[in-house]
């Protein structure tokens, strides 16, 4: 959404973003919740080393 934006949270209290484009969280897994951070991507995981590669011939 387009800012600044309030948004006044299940507690009472007020988030404020002064951003001149706001992504609001929905998933809850947010660190800066009310604020999107991208928490609710799927993190990549490290390729397992392949047993084949690296033995001298």
Do not use: K, Q
């Not at 209290?13 to 002064?18: G, I, K, L, P, Q």
Request: aromatic share 6%; glycine share 6%; proline share 9%.
């Amino acid at each position: 959404m387009e800012g600044p934006v309030e948004i006044v949270l299940d507690d009472g209290t007020v988030a404020r973003s002064d951003r001149f484009v706001v992504a609001m969280c929905t998933c809850r897994r947010s660190r800066t919740y009310p604020w999107c951070d991208t928490s609710h991507r799927p993190r990549a995981r490290a390729a397992a080393p392949n047993p084949e590669e690296g033995t001298a011939s």
